[in-house]
């Protein structure tokens, strides 16, 4: 994928990494961040992968391979639901809107490889058999725009957060031919520096970035917003039922405010540690216009969540995500649910 031609509005500057090909920011990144909070402006996200599945099968077919309660979305309705191994352990964290024909699903970046938008079609086309669906990464064809507002655009097919989320807001499913118009019409544009301030004060994980291949629902808040409890019989169920009830996942996902005077900036990767002993390691990281250095880290089950840990020579008070303390989030899955339980 190119980049974006967003990169050509003023002040533009390149992201790097797992968001190359959009902008980090556009000159003012504690600005755009304040103005994003205020419900102003739009981030591009046309970096972002999209799949679409068709036929009259989509919601049935796609209820048995993923987490979260499909069978009777609404039209337009938005929700979340997870793709895991036998093992429960998550390889896509999808969000999903269906449009009445077609279900969108929206895998995010691929950080580091995991859970792209061309793994997660082939592995739908590998599970299809003889159902009555057809799956296609439209990614070259459609361009995702990420803006504050958590009610459905106007204009376009978006996927919109749930009643009760801590990150508000909504992705925007644009033509990618048209991107440079509808970001003219979107009000002030916001990089990518603004976005993930916001979604990291959230405590909102980023699968490849706040995740590893060990990773289950439980440790990092997706149970509140991606998993059906009283749904079965699709893989991994085993495993979330059974950690669930017994309440002990081994990790836990913890937002960690750092001592921004301490040495070099800390950076993905480095190591987590209390009294000495490693407990974990910090997954995203990103300078907040109000909170200073925040991260995202998964921790041992057994560290206080109100211990004062140290990630190199910087200290880090902890917080506990919003989406680990809270119960199951209202939204879309949870009305199919309903639906379903009317149906029946």
């Known amino acids: 994928m190119t980049g974006s031609p967003l990169l050509d509005l003023p002040g533009a500057v390149p992201a790097e990494g797992p968001d190359a090909g959009v902008a980090w920011h556009y000159g003012d990144p504690l600005g755009e961040q304040r103005r994003l909070e205020a419900g102003e402006g739009f981030v591009d996200l046309s970096h972002s992968g999209v799949v679409r599945v068709t036929g009259p099968a989509r919601l049935g077919w796609l209820n048995d391979l993923t987490s979260q309660e499909l069978r009777h979305l609404p039209t337009g309705a938005s929700t979340e639901t997870l793709v895991l191994d036998p093992n429960g352990r998550v390889e896509h964290a999808l969000h999903v809107v269906d449009d009445g024909t077609?279900?969108?699903?929206?895998?995010?970046?691929?950080?580091?490889?995991?859970?792209?938008?061309?793994?997660?079609?082939?592995?739908?086309?590998?599970?299809?058999?003889?159902?009555?669906?057809?799956?296609?990464?439209?990614?070259?064809?459609?361009?995702?725009?990420l803006q504050p507002q958590a009610e459905p655009h106007p204009a376009h097919l978006s996927w919109v957060s749930g009643p009760g989320s801590p990150l508000p807001g909504r992705e925007v499913l644009v033509p990618r031919d048209e991107l440079a118009a509808f970001a003219a019409s979107a009000g002030p544009p916001a990089g990518m520096w603004a976005a993930e301030a916001r979604r990291v004060a959230a405590g909102v994980p980023r699968l490849g970035l706040d995740t590893d291949d060990r990773t289950i629902p439980h440790e990092v808040g997706w149970l509140a917003t991606a998993?059906?409890?009283?749904?079965?019989?699709?893989?991994?169920?085993?495993?979330?039922?059974?950690?669930?009830?017994?309440?002990?996942?081994?990790?836990?996902?913890?937002?960690?405010?750092?001592?921004?005077?301490?040495?070099?900036?800390?950076?993905p990767g480095d190591e987590v540690s209390f009294e000495g002993r490693e407990v974990g390691r910090l997954g995203s990281v990103v300078q907040h216009a109000d909170?200073?250095?925040?991260?995202?880290?998964?921790?041992?089950?057994?560290?206080?969540?109100?211990?004062?840990?140290?990630?190199?020579?910087?200290?880090?008070?902890?917080?506990?995500p919003?989406?680990?303390?809270?119960?199951?989030?209202?939204?879309?899955g949870r009305a199919a649910q309903q639906g379903l339980r009317v149906a029946r």
């Open 227 to 267: 998993v059906a409890l009283d749904k079965g019989c699709y893989r991994g169920q085993e495993t979330v039922a059974r950690v669930h009830n017994l309440g002990r996942p081994p990790r836990r996902l913890s937002i960690l405010h750092l001592d921004g005077s301490a040495g070099d900036d800390p950076r």
């Open 291 to 320: 909170l200073g250095p925040v991260g995202l880290a998964l921790l041992r089950r057994g560290v206080p969540d109100d211990a004062v840990l140290a990630v190199g020579d910087a200290s880090a008070a902890q917080e506990v």
């Open 102 to 145: 077609s279900t969108w699903l929206l895998p995010g970046t691929g950080v580091g490889g995991v859970g792209t938008a061309a793994a997660l079609t082939a592995y739908l086309l590998r599970m299809r058999f003889w159902t009555e669906v057809e799956v296609e990464d439209v990614t070259a064809q459609w361009a995702l725009v």
């Open 322 to 332: 919003p989406l680990l303390v809270a119960g199951p989030l209202g939204g879309a």
